[in-house]
């Protein structure tokens, strides 16, 4: 992310992968294909972009619960920029299969999502 390495963070994602958003103001689903104008409009947005985990809810060698804040400079005007949320992320043969987005703190959706993926069954 840092480095801007759109084709590497691209190709972190299997052909199959689907974004699906559960928040609010959520965007439409995703998929692998719209990850390369994902991440040209992210890093045009701001500069700099780092993501820290806030926390772990649940996780094994599949399946991960989380909740993460996305930061950087704002392209515009160049003040922080910061994006709380939650994610559930489907992990195969080293390849992302499938996020859910949730707000940051809900941490009741993130851990059911988690388990009906299967999260915990290993």
Request: aromatic share 10%; charged share 20%.
């Amino acid at each position: 992310m840092a480095a801007h390495d759109i084709d590497g963070v691209v190709d972190l994602h299997a052909a199959n992968y689907v974004l699906t958003d559960h928040r609010t103001l959520g965007w439409e689903e995703l998929c692998k294909d719209d990850m390369r104008p994902f991440f040209e409009s992210m890093f045009a947005a701001g500069s700099d972009w780092w993501f820290r985990v806030n926390e772990v809810l649940a996780c094994d060698h599949q399946v991960l619960a989380v909740s993460f804040t996305a930061r950087g400079t704002n392209g515009v005007g160049g003040g922080p920029a910061e994006i709380a949320f939650g994610a559930v992320l489907v992990i195969q043969d080293g390849s992302i299969t499938k996020v859910d987005h949730y707000e940051h703190d809900d941490r009741q959706a993130m851990l059911a999502r988690y388990a009906e993926l299967g999260g915990g069954q290993g």
